[in-house]
């Protein structure tokens, strides 16, 4: 008698087939992030006369309202970006975009108009002495960079790679929620065999608990990876999402500061006031990442973040007026709606980088264990499918009787 084709077995088809038609895809996606998760920290080791400074005894790091306009000099630039590392060991990092050139045919200075989203050359300076300590190259950087376009559009320039990858992924939710399903146990009693890998048996069921038990361990980091990664590739799931949640995804991506107000002989604050308020709004220790005023109407932006292996992933932000240096506002991370605090941690929560360190270390193992779930997925579809050799076939079916002990009579 047929047997009966049972909701269980249609989720195992469903997941048998969705997983070997997207495990190649999945298999290099999930790798390459798996790579990419611990970049900054490996191109820092690889770059520390870059990124690190010698502490001098007693010394104070320099002025910033006399550092920044001898850099400028120097540099024949313009900086548009600041960052100022809480620690004292580190390099300052600087945006700065090159000075107008003159026309050889006029003699005039030819504005170079910026492309949106051009922040201009990077350079890490030693805030003790002034002296430039390197630029965005560096060892390392190259091989990441292949490793993030690799994760993000497989290589492929356009929107084909984005739509490919968006696809996997999207495949994959569907995979963890139905592997899900796969997992609960049929009785209650057999619950715990899903939660541990029998090392003891054959390589078929340690492959098969491997699988099972580590996927059902990283299943709820796997699912957020997943539908926060789904808000790069698809704008129709970032709009969705949105709409859901009642905040724009990557809002701040096209945020304009708020205008200064424009008075007749007004000069521009240092940057050492603005520095000031930022910090007695949010006094803690962190980064500070500064964004110059753009024209005569722009203001500063002054964001501030925590750093550290428990590091909550929340920066705070404050606008000021780049002449009176009233705030014309401020956004504490704390204070925003819990739908917005969601929205604006899509970013981090993708990456890992939520909680700091100690995230992106759990992050890193989930990311392994999905590169891992592809291979063993098909390693189990394929011992399914492989049909008992007859030898085998007999040797299942032949019953080994207990050897009877004699009788003995008296």
């Known amino acids: 008698m047929a047997q009966k084709y049972s909701l269980r077995k249609l989720i195992n088809d469903i997941h048998l087939w969705l997983g070997l038609s997207s495990g190649l895809v999945l298999f290099v996606v999930c790798l390459s992030g798996t790579i990419y998760t611990f970049h900054t920290e490996v191109e820092e080791g690889l770059n520390r006369d870059k990124f690190f400074v010698a502490v001098p005894a007693n010394a104070q ?20 970006g600041l960052e100022i590392p809480g620690a004292a060991n580190r390099a300052l990092k600087i945006q700065v975009t090159e000075k107008k050139k003159k026309t050889a045919d006029r003699g005039a200075a030819a504005p170079q108009k910026a492309k949106d989203g051009d922040r201009g050359k990077t ?55 139905s592997g899900l399903v796969l997992w609960l146990p049929k009785k209650r009693k057999h619950w715990k065999q899903g939660l541990k890998i029998k090392a003891t048996g ?18 709820i980091f796997l699912i957020i990876m997943g539908l926060t990664g789904l808000c790069w590739s698809f704008g129709w799931y970032r709009n969705g999402v949105s709409s859901a949640m009642g905040a724009e995804v990557f809002k701040g991506r096209k ?45 500063f932006v002054v964001t501030k973040f925590k750093t550290g292996f428990f590091a909550l992933s929340a920066p705070d932000k404050i606008q000021i007026d780049q002449y009176s240096g009233a705030t014309l506002k401020l956004e504490r991370f704390s204070d ?16 890992g980088e939520f909680t700091g360190t100690s995230s992106k270390i759990i992050w890193f193992l989930c990311c392994l264990i999905a590169t891992s ?38």
């Open 255 to 299: 945020e304009k500061p708020l205008p200064s107000q424009v008075t007749e002989g007004a000069e521009r604050i240092p940057l050492s006031y603005a520095l000031t308020a930022a910090q007695t709004a949010f006094p803690y220790e962190g980064n500070l990442r500064v964004a110059f005023p753009k024209g005569d109407t722009g203001s």
């Open 202 to 219: 054959n390589w078929k069921r340690t492959n098969h608990d491997l699988h099972n038990t580590l996927g059902f361990y990283s299943l």
């Open 336 to 351: 925003k709606a819990l739908n917005v605090q969601i929205v604006d941690s899509i970013r981090p929560l993708h990456l």
């Open 123 to 177: 350079f890490y300076i030693n805030p003790y002495t002034g002296a430039v300590t390197g630029t965005e190259k560096g060892r390392g950087l190259a091989f990441f960079t292949t490793m993030m376009k690799l994760h993000r559009w497989l290589l492929i320039e356009g929107d084909a790679g984005k739509i490919i990858v968006g696809s996997a992924t999207l495949i994959f939710v569907l995979l963890c929620l």
């Open 61 to 80: 790091r320099l002025p910033v309202d006399a550092l920044l306009p001898r850099l400028e000099k120097e540099l024949n630039g313009k900086i548009t």
């Open 373 to 410: 779930l592809p291979v063993t997925g098909t390693f189990i579809w394929i011992n399914k499918f492989r049909k008992p050799r007859p030898l085998q076939q007999k040797a299942r079916a032949r019953k080994v009787l207990p050897v009877s002990e004699p009788v003995t009579t008296l």
